[in-house]
């Protein structure tokens, strides 16, 4: 772990931001292990308390069937009658976004690691499970499931494309 007492020190200010330019344009498995392991953790906790509030959701569920709100869905959802839009969808697309980075991070920060494909099960899973949350606690007329979608595979195309674009630019190299 990193000193916290040393992080004004400037060699170890040169050190984070090698680790910073490291994530960004490099594979996870040239990143320091300290760095790693605090990504690791700090994503773990993002996706925690991301799923937390995707299967709870804040001012919770209706109870029950009455004044035109239906048992089990999100209260939060019924509550737009006087702004332009909907509080319920922006917070579903920025929970899920924040739950689908932390998850492809976590992804990336395990990979070519023992049990990497339990971890991939246990992770397909949990966005399984979110997802089927998600779609039971939305009202069927207000999220707009194609924004949410978006959102959800939004870090993995990023990813995906940025793999491409670096495999594609290694190639046209080689070829010079």
Known sequence: MTDINNLDDSNNSKSHRNC?????LQDSKELDPDFKNNMLVVATLIVAATFQTGINPPGGAWQDTKDGHEAGKAIIASSHHSLPYCPYNLFLILNTLAFSMSTQIILMLVYHKRLYFEVVVATISMVATYGTAVWSLSPKD???????????????LWRLSYQAF??????NETTK
């Open 20 to 24: 910073i330019k490291q994530w960004f």
């Open 142 to 156: 207000d999220v707009k499931l194609r924004y949410v979608s978006m959102a959800a595979l939004f870090p993995y």
């Open 166 to 171: 670096k495999t594609f630019t290694k190639k």
